[in-house]
């Protein structure tokens, strides 16, 4: 058991470089698994995750070789494919259901602990479900198991999402590539991390039109090649060290970020008083004055990131003013609160609401990772709270955040890990 011990009051300046995004290259490691052959991953992020992902793999009769300070994983894929994933794993990571979709296409049966993973909401699969019904698949759950199978293979099919969720979207189009025929799923989540599976597919032979717009139609192929992809760089993480910037009053160079998949953070930052300026690494952000308040609304891509959520309610709560933080897509990811208000902050919730009035000075606490975005939360508000802000349950932010503390300190944080007795 470690935590992050974070003395605050230090101004963040300088330069980091943001890889491949989490929420990409576990997708893109599970898409190789639908072509035999050598899959050669780059800019893969050096994150726990992955290498969750890389064993998931290699039960299923995969080769990885996983090479995480290089950024690069090989993935060896059989032409006969095992087709359980086990709750020991699946459990770690609520990503190991990505293996749904590929494993169905190529092995016609497949078995998927029901997933575990981040503790924010209830995460159903119900669109996933009646999606692979659609294509004509079977799906039951059995002692903790969804298991699907299409033994006369899958076929192509029409299927409209009730939300734009991400994982589905992802699974209706993994399962479709090589199904028989024409499969158009609308109201498809068009998230940067989808537009690069897709890229991805078509790379190794998938025919997919309307890439990155709300309506997919896929041509199903009798089979695809392994290809090398680079994974498309972390809009997350890009936005946090871009907030890490602005509550610190500190000038941050992101090196490969991609300010385009981040335009209305970006936005708000802006609004907050931060500067923004697009150079030829990536993007610059730097703040020389207490940020004001801003108002959030989450919602599926192109809108705000849910995933940034607690990194701008960490910068509200230092803010001058009163901001209203809307939770539109998981409903626990208010949980973090708790902890947010141990280190002074003031912050009520209401349902899906949160009213966040900014104090002038946070102090600091011993608190605890709920999520992965909740610890990078309490991290931002650890860097300004004064005094030492501990956050424990550190495991969590390791699942997205590669090299975080070591980021941290060489922009001028006051950041080191510690073991907890017990
Ligand atoms: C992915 C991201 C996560 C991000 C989220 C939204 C990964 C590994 N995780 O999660 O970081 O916060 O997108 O951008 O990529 N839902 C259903 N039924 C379904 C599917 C989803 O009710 O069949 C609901 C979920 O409970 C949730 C909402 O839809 O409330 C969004 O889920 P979804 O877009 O699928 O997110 P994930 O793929 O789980």
Redesign the pocket.
């Known amino acids: 058991m470690e935590a992050l011990q974070i003395t605050g009051g230090n101004r963040l300046a300088g330069a980091v470089r943001v890889t491949g995004a989490?929420?990409s290259v576990?997708k893109l490691m599970a898409a190789a698994m639908l072509a035999p052959g050598r899959t050669t991953l780059t800019e893969v992020p050096g994150i726990l995750d992955v290498e969750i992902m890389s064993e998931l793999l290699r039960r299923l009769g995969c080769t990885v070789e996983l090479d995480l300070a290089g950024g690069r994983v090989v993935i060896d894929v059989p032409e006969a494919l095992e087709h359980r994933a086990d709750y020991d794993l699946v459990r770690r990571m609520?990503?190991s259901i990505t293996v749904l979709g590929p494993l169905l296409a190529r092995c016609g049966v497949v078995d998927v602990a029901l997933p575990g993973g981040d503790n924010i909401?209830?995460?159903?699969?119900?669109?996933?479900v009646s999606g692979l019904q659609r294509m004509g698949a079977e799906v039951t759950i059995e002692h903790g198991y969804l298991i699907a199978t299409a033994p006369r293979g899958l076929h192509g099919a029409s299927v409209w999402l009730d939300?734009p969720?991400?994982?589905?979207t992802e699974t209706i189009l993994m399962a479709a590539v090589t199904a028989d025929g024409r499969t158009v799923i609308d109201n498809a989540?068009r998230?940067p991390?989808i537009v690069d599976i897709c890229s991805m597919l078509v790379d190794m032979g998938a025919r997919i039109d309307g890439v990155g717009s709300s309506t997919l139609e896929i041509d199903g192929v009798r089979q695809l090649s392994p290809v090398e992809h680079a994974t498309v760089p972390d809009r997350i993480v890009t936005g946090t060290w871009a907030v890490a910037a602005a509550i610190t009053r500190g000038d941050i160079t992101i090196a490969n970020a991609r300010p385009e998949h981040l335009q209305i953070a970006l936005d708000k930052l802006t609004t907050a008083g931060a500067r923004i300026e697009v150079v030829d690494e990536g993007l610059r952000v730097s703040m020389d004055h207490r940020p004001r308040a801003v108002d959030i609304v989450t919602l599926?891509y192109p809108g705000f990131?849910?995933?940034l959520q607690p990194q701008f309610i960490a910068l509200n709560a230092v803010a001058e003013g009163t901001a209203l933080v809307t939770e539109n897509?998981?409903e626990a990811r208010f949980r973090f609160v708790h902890e947010l208000v141990r280190l002074g902050a003031d912050v009520q919730t209401e349902g899906h609401h949160a009213l966040v009035r900014g104090s002038e000075q946070l102090s600091g606490a011993p608190v605890e990772a709920t999520d992965i975005r909740a610890g990078a939360g309490l991290v931002l508000a650890g860097l300004v709270a004064e005094g030492v802000t501990s956050v424990h349950e550190v495991h969590h932010i390791d699942r997205g955040y590669a090299g975080f503390v070591d980021d941290l300190v060489r922009l001028g944080a006051s950041v080191t890990r510690v073991p907890v007795p017990g």
């Open positions: 989490k929420n576990l609520r990503a909401g209830s995460r159903g699969l119900d669109m996933h939300f969720s991400v994982g589905a989540a998230e991390e599926p990131p849910t995933d897509l998981f």
